[in-house]
């Protein structure tokens, strides 16, 4: 069917190129200039059965901010893109995530209205070169390019790393959950007829 997509976002700040198919095998080629975005993009595409590959040129010589909200914007904008007219989806996702310490719950309900909930506060700055403020940017900018109901929160957990890297997990498992197809929805699965 074929649930993938090409493509190119270039401003001032940042220059884009992303493939991304939704019924991939996970395997990911991501190139932003943060070590630690690179790794937890890495582990997206991995945990959800993404195709991803991502180049981005930014201007880190400012800070992070621009690389990773742009790259959010860009990775929201393909997963509508690949969604297509959403026939036969699940629409709603959610995962509970274990990641040592760290217990991480996200929700998604691809529904066309864009809205975000998070609850996760962190304890330190940063996370390599990786700010941790820029996480809820991030996935603030796929919730609103995607057009989905995205929660995430925190309910435990004290190591930074194992926070963000479980919300990436996390939401990768929401996501393939709500994404994939089921033949007992003919259409779409909504009252109105539309999503």
């Known amino acids: 069917m074929g649930r993938s997509c090409n493509i190119s976002r270039v401003t001032r700040e940042t220059d884009i190129k992303m493939n991304f198919d939704l019924d991939g ?18 582990s997206f595409a991995r945990h959800g059965f993404f195709d991803l590959d991502v180049v981005v040129k930014g201007d880190l010589e400012v800070d992070t ?18 969604l297509g ?4 989806i699940k629409r709603y996702g959610s995962m509970i995530l274990p990641m040592d310490e ?6 998604v309900d ?7 909930r998070f609850d996760a506060p962190f304890t330190a700055e940063r996370v390599g070169d990786f700010e941790t403020e820029m996480v809820k940017e991030f996935f603030y900018a796929v919730s609103c390019a995607s057009e989905m109901n995205l929660h995430i929160r ?21 996501l393939d959950e709500a994404t994939m197809l089921d033949g007992r929805i003919n259409g779409v699965l909504s009252t109105k007829g539309t999503l």
Do not use: Q, W
Request: hydrophobic share 40%; net charge positive.
């Open 154 to 174: 925190k309910l435990d957990g004290e190591n930074n790393h194992h926070i963000i890297e479980g919300i990436f997990k996390a939401f990768a498992k929401a």
């Open 85 to 88: 007219d959403k026939t036969s």
């Open 25 to 42: 095998s996970g395997k990911a080629e991501i190139k932003t200039g943060i070590g630690f975005f690179d790794h937890m993009l890495n």
């Open 65 to 82: 901010h621009h690389t990773i909200e742009d790259t959010g914007i860009v990775l929201g904008s393909a997963i509508k893109k690949a």
């Open 102 to 107: 760290t217990l991480v719950l996200c929700a």
């Open 110 to 116: 691809l529904s066309g209205r864009p809205y975000f």
